[in-house]
């Protein structure tokens, strides 16, 4: 049997995701019938590649200034807000969820 390679980005979102349950590795592991051995060592590598800063890719569409501002993570996650929203306030948290 030949086993599926899976991209570096999908273990990426997996072990996000995993860790925005709070579940235990081995429940999300069985949960999601993902090998816990590879989830663990993808876990090690997302977390030595965060050791350092991080830039994310982000989407830019033309801004009405009326409109809500809306972000979206690659894990699922998804923020609204006013469109005036400061700036000042608004990295503090993204580090903050960083």
Do not use: C, F
């Given at each position: ?22 579940l235990s ?53 998804s ?20």
């Amino acid at each position: 049997m030949t086993r599926q390679r899976i991209p570096a980005s999908t273990w990426h979102e997996r072990v996000a995701h995993w860790r925005n349950t709070g579940l235990s590795a081995d429940a999300y592991a069985r949960e999601h019938d993902i090998d816990l051995e590879r989830l663990k060592y993808w876990a090690r590598r997302v977390e030595r590649a965060a050791g350092g800063a991080q830039l994310l890719p982000v989407r830019i569409s033309t801004m009405v200034a009326s409109a809500p501002l809306e972000l979206r993570s690659p894990s699922g996650w998804s923020m609204r807000m006013d469109a005036g929203v400061d700036a000042a306030w608004l990295a503090r948290l993204l580090q903050e969820l960083r």
